[in-house]
């Protein structure tokens, strides 16, 4: 049984919770979407207080930016290892706030999420932010330094909260830079975790800064003078707004946006490798996603017994108490969400007239009493799709897979690349070097052969087309929270001139 708290969430700033700033502020009700009971609290933060935010990170900015990488990471370390410690109680949290199933909040969200901390601890000690030099002439050469880029922004999305406010917070204060965070409000109660373990950690405080509130306290952060960089994750739509202002100050961006990923199974693929993948690419986190391979292609000769194997194993995808560790499938996040998703199954059935093999908009069954009010919907596989349907082009974010059938590997390339969006894709097949020509073809930054979803600290993840710019993680993560200076040296004794006597 897990304990029920309520919680509050004021602006955490400077090192403490700042209730005196919530006065007259704002409130936002969180509650378990599980159940619909109410758990925390959150005081959004009005300008001043994120004035306020910015102006700490900035004066913590110059001593943090100084302190030789080596000692950032033995601070990075101490709050990975903090983080590690308390996963059971960091999974609850996560669980009552967003719905996923423990079994899943403790085994990935924490785990992957201190994975990245300690990678870039690790790189930052070890000489990931050193600079090049090279001989131009004999008398001249080039170095390069990398320093960080001042006060950064973090906008997290709902689905991954803690995980998401590490990958963006490891690479910047690893690189030497102070960070202002706000969580979606949806799911917000995470950050006030992180931020208590950064400074347990021995973080300075000013360093990570936690400010809370819908759309209203992203926009004032992204077009915030103080600010010099925003690293977004959320819709496409969103995704433009955050950009556009931005750019107005000639801010640097990272965009994690959405998709709708294909995936492509090979005439050769064994069929129930292919239909686990599916069900990854379409269930796990109930659907939500960013890399979820929604658009499921299947070999006309095979719809059969992909479709078999597929019901079969419908029956694994276990819906319940969210604490029990056989559940695998939680509810939607929000009120907001499950309508959307909801609205576009029955699109799906009413509209675009797909053929529903199972699932659809009804209840689901079978759930304790105390989760009946929860925000639950069934997983969803329509099959038979055509390009050209609503369910098939827009993501939707939840449950709910497409199959549609191809005649050859030629027509479906082109089909799968045949979106605005292009976040991942994946293929699963026998024959490799097929496999490999038709990844080489599929336009999307995040790809995968033979598996669906796995994100390591060391991969880069980025969209291409509408789904992104830059990628978080790896070692090209790490460039996009530093700036690059080139110096030449002349050591001729003279300066080359065009302007001497003749
Ligand atoms: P939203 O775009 O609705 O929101 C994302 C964040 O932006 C939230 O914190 C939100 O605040 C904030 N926000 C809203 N309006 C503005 C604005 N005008 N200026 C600045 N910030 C603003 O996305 P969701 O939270 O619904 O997340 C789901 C989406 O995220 C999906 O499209 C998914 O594909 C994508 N995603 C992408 C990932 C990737 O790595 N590519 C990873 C995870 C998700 P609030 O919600 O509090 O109102």
Redesign the pocket.
């Known amino acids: 049984m897990v304990n029920k708290i309520h919680h509050d969430r004021h602006a955490f700033i400077d090192g403490a919770a700042q209730p005196t700033l919530s006065t007259g502020s704002k409130t936002i009700r969180a509650v378990d979407p599980s159940t619909l009971e109410e758990i925390a609290t959150i005081y959004t933060s009005p300008p001043s207080t994120i004035d306020r935010a910015i102006s700490s990170a900035s004066e913590a900015f110059g001593s943090w930016s100084s302190t030789p990488p080596v000692e950032r990471s033995r601070i990075l370390l101490r709050a990975a290892a903090l983080l590690r410690a308390k996963t059971h109680d960091l999974a609850i949290l996560e669980t009552q706030s967003t719905g996923k199933p423990y079994s899943e909040t403790s085994t990935v969200d924490i785990p992957t999420g201190a994975d990245v901390l300690e990678y870039y601890a690790n790189l930052v000690a070890s000489g990931g932010l050193n600079g090049e030099s090279f001989p131009l002439r004999t008398s001249a050469w080039v170095y390069t330094t990398k320093a960080p880029l001042g006060v950064c922004v973090g906008?997290?999305?709902?689905?991954?909260p803690i995980q998401?406010a590490l990958w963006k917070s490891a690479p910047c204060l690893a690189a030497g830079n102070c960070m202002v965070y706000?969580?979606?409000?949806?799911t917000s109660l995470h950050a006030e975790e992180l931020v208590k373990i950064y400074k347990e950690a021995g973080l300075p405080n000013g360093v990570f800064n936690v400010v809370y509130?819908?759309?209203?306290?992203?926009?004032y952060?992204?077009k915030h003078p103080g600010v010099a960089k925003v690293s977004?994750?959320?819709?496409?739509?969103?995704?433009r707004?955050?950009a556009g202002?931005a750019a107005g100050e000639m801010k640097y961006v990272t965009m994690?946006?959405?998709?709708k990923s294909p995936l492509i199974v090979l005439p050769d693929a064994d069929v129930d490798n292919a239909v686990d993948g599916a069900m990854m690419a379409n269930f796990f986190s109930t659907g939500?996603?960013?890399?979820n391979g929604t658009r499921v292609f299947v070999p006309k000769t095979m719809m059969a017994e992909f479709e078999k194997r597929l019901l079969e194993k419908m029956r694994y995808v276990r819906p319940g108490d969210l604490f029990d560790e056989k559940t695998n499938f939680g509810p939607l996040v929000s009120r907001v969400?499950w309508e959307k998703v909801i609205g576009y199954i029955k699109h799906g059935v009413e509209v675009d007239r797909a053929k529903l093999l199972c699932g659809g908009s009804g209840e689901v069954q079978g759930l304790p009493v105390s989760m009946r009010k929860g925000l639950w919907v069934r997983p969803t596989v329509f099959t038979d799709c055509t390009d050209e349907m609503r369910i098939v082009r827009e993501?939707i974010?939840g449950p709910v897979m497409s199959i549609l059938p191809y005649e050859s590997v030629e027509e479906v390339v082109k089909r799968a690349n045949d979106t605005p969006m292009g976040?991942a894709a994946g293929v699963f097949g026998k024959d490799i070097n097929q496999c490999h020509d038709v990844i080489r073809q599929l336009e999307a930054g995040i790809t995968w052969v033979n598996t669906w979803g796995e994100s390591p600290a060391e991969m880069a993840?980025?969209?291409w087309k509408q789904?992104?710019v830059g990628v978080?993680n790896g070692r090209k993560g790490l460039e996009s929270w530093v700036k690059n200076k080139s110096t030449l040296v002349e050591m001729g004794g003279s300066v080359p001139t065009v302007f001497a006597k003749l």
């Open positions: 906008i997290g999305a709902w689905n991954y998401i706000k969580p979606s409000e949806f509130g819908g759309g209203e306290v992203g926009s952060l992204t977004f994750t959320g819709q496409v739509s969103t995704g707004k955050v202002s994690e946006l959405g998709g939500q996603v960013c890399t969400h993501e974010f976040l993840v980025g969209g789904s992104g978080e």
